[in-house]
């Protein structure tokens, strides 16, 4: 029944590094899957995202040059490498895909990653970041 199941989050500290890994069923294994993440008493937002091919990627500014977002189509497996990390990336961090049907456009400017488009979710892995 699981869709989608994060793992890999903790606590580090500011500067070091950590990879989240999202297990997808094969219908959540979709064309469009992204990352969000929420910290305490803010909204949900939009981290990346990636088409099926795994060739085009979109990250909210704050992450860029800091965090990979990957895919693996054997594994059915969404990955999210995140290096330099900073107190202020703490928060849960969810896996998304998209539902057959609903087009996410990655290409738009300014970058837009809505968690009103992804119609499934993986339970969350929480991240801590302290300095």
């Known amino acids: 029944q699981v869709q989608l199941a994060e793992s890999g989050g903790g606590s580090v500290q500011a500067g070091g590094s950590l990879r989240l890994s999202c297990a997808a069923s094969?219908?959540?294994?979709?064309?469009?899957m992204a990352w969000f993440r929420q910290g305490p008493g803010k909204e949900r937002e939009g981290v990346a995202g990636?088409?099926?091919?795994?060739?085009?990627?979109r990250y909210v500014d704050s992450v860029k040059g800091r965090f990979n977002i990957s895919r693996d189509s054997a594994a059915k497996t969404l990955y999210l490498q995140m290096d330099k990390l900073r107190p202020e990336d703490s928060g849960v961090y969810y896996c998304?895909?998209?539902?057959?049907?609903?087009?996410?456009?990655?290409?738009?400017?300014?970058?837009?990653?809505?968690?009103?488009?992804?119609?499934?979710w993986g339970q969350g892995t929480q991240v801590t970041v302290f300095s």
């Open positions: 094969p219908n959540a294994y979709s064309y469009c």
């Open positions: 998304a895909a998209v539902e057959t049907g609903v087009a996410v456009d990655l290409y738009a400017r300014p970058f837009r990653l809505r968690a009103e488009d992804f119609g499934i």
């Open positions: 990636i088409y099926t091919n795994g060739g085009f990627r």
